[in-house]
């Protein structure tokens, strides 16, 4: 199911989707075994419908990279919900992911 069909806001999705993708200019990237019951978590949360999705993959000097996405609340609602960021290693990004503005704020 598409992140759009569960409701996932379409910046967090641009951003997950961003993050992918500069992912593959690491060296050795592969992707890390997730139990089933982790890779994608339904429920519930202060009495709202909650959906988690995380991704983990490694490459060589990075030990786990790891993005979650989620929607908590209302499908298809997208202000002033309580969304949850993107996990990523803190070390440099790679070249192409800079942020705007030019400075790495990796740190």
Do not use: Y
């Not at 019951?37 to 709202?48: C, P, V």
């Amino acid at each position: 199911m598409s992140s759009a069909a569960l409701g996932i806001h379409p910046l967090v999705d641009a951003l997950a989707d961003r993050i992918r993708l500069c992912w593959q200019d690491l060296p050795d990237l592969q992707p890390l075994e997730v139990d089933p019951q982790l890779e994608a978590i339904s429920g519930s949360l202060d009495g709202e419908d909650l959906f988690i999705r995380n991704e983990l993959r490694r490459s060589r000097g990075l030990r786990k990279l790891h993005l979650e996405t989620a929607r908590l609340g209302v499908r298809g609602r997208h202000r002033g919900g309580p969304w949850r960021g993107v996990r990523r290693h803190r070390g440099s990004l790679p070249r192409g992911c800079r942020p705007a503005g030019g400075g790495d704020r990796s740190a």
